[in-house]
């Protein structure tokens, strides 16, 4: 069964708990919290306070998409606010073993982020070291952006490298992600579902988020 990770950038930031609320209560797995600095990306969000804010009131996992510059100075905040995944962009990190190391021995599970335009050649010498692998489907930095198709055949390479690796990594999407997207990925070896605006933007996100997890079963 597909993991559903509702991306909170969507939420609506004035009632951010009700929202959190919302999603646990129908069966999501992870919470993905993004985090953007204004360098990596364009866009400004979420700190470690606002993390650790949250943290007493919700069971998740708290998924945290680091989409910044020197992600090292900020992966023990993110720890101690609460963090119980950490995912880095390969193209941030000067060191990305000695990184992924530094977040385990903090305690937590590490992930590794690739843009559309990044190969997963990056992982090759890594096995053992990661336990998700984070595969943009859009450009990080909104939401609400269009899936990239092209980002397809990555996916698909990706599960035969982490098949060959061994181990238990997994293959999480983010970025357009549907109803009309999900078979696409679900296909290709996706397990964990990163959504955002398919989520808060509709309705019910209780749902969208039933919708997504058939959507994973055509
Ligand atoms: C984009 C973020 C995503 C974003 C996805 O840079 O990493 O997590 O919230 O939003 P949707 O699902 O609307 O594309
Ligand atoms: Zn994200």
Redesign the pocket.
Same mark, same amino acid.
């Given at each position: 069964m597909v993991k559903i990770a509702p991306?909170i950038?969507?939420a609506d930031f004035a009632r951010l708990l009700e929202d959190v609320r919302r999603v646990e209560e129908a069966g999501a797995d992870y919470l993905?919290i993004?985090v953007m600095d204004g360098h990596f *990306?364009p866009n400004i969000t979420i700190g470690p306070a606002v993390v650790a804010a949250l943290r007493p009131h919700s069971r998740l996992v708290f998924d945290v998409?680091l989409?910044i510059e020197e992600p090292d100075r900020y992966i023990d905040p993110f720890i101690q606010a609460g963090a119980d995944l950490i995912t880095v962009h390969a193209e941030t990190c000067r060191h990305l073993h000695r990184t992924l190391n530094c977040i385990r021995e903090k305690g937590g599970r590490a992930g590794v982020a690739l843009n559309p335009a990044t190969g997963p050649e990056v992982l090759q010498y890594l096995p053992g070291l990661f336990d998700l692998v984070l595969v943009?489907t *859009?450009n990080?930095?909104?939401?609400?952006?269009a899936f990239i198709p092209q980002t397809l055949p990555k996916i698909k390479d990706l599960q035969r490298m982490i098949g060959e690796m061994g181990g238990n990594v997994e293959i999480e999407v983010?970025?357009?992600?549907g109803p009309s997207t999900v078979p696409l990925v679900v296909q290709a070896g996706a397990g964990v579902l990163?959504?955002?605006?398919?989520i808060f933007n509709a309705p019910d996100p209780a749902t969208a988020i039933r919708e997504i997890r058939e959507a994973a079963q055509r």
């Amino acid at each position: 069964m597909v993991k559903i990770a509702p991306s909170i950038l969507s939420a609506d930031f004035a009632r951010l708990l009700e929202d959190v609320r919302r999603v646990e209560e129908a069966g999501a797995d992870y919470l993905h919290i993004d985090v953007m600095d204004g360098h990596f *990306v364009p866009n400004i969000t979420i700190g470690p306070a606002v993390v650790a804010a949250l943290r007493p009131h919700s069971r998740l996992v708290f998924d945290v998409h680091l989409m910044i510059e020197e992600p090292d100075r900020y992966i023990d905040p993110f720890i101690q606010a609460g963090a119980d995944l950490i995912t880095v962009h390969a193209e941030t990190c000067r060191h990305l073993h000695r990184t992924l190391n530094c977040i385990r021995e903090k305690g937590g599970r590490a992930g590794v982020a690739l843009n559309p335009a990044t190969g997963p050649e990056v992982l090759q010498y890594l096995p053992g070291l990661f336990d998700l692998v984070l595969v943009m489907t *859009v450009n990080p930095g909104f939401g609400g952006q269009a899936f990239i198709p092209q980002t397809l055949p990555k996916i698909k390479d990706l599960q035969r490298m982490i098949g060959e690796m061994g181990g238990n990594v997994e293959i999480e999407v983010d970025g357009g992600i549907g109803p009309s997207t999900v078979p696409l990925v679900v296909q290709a070896g996706a397990g964990v579902l990163v959504a955002g605006s398919a989520i808060f933007n509709a309705p019910d996100p209780a749902t969208a988020i039933r919708e997504i997890r058939e959507a994973a079963q055509r």
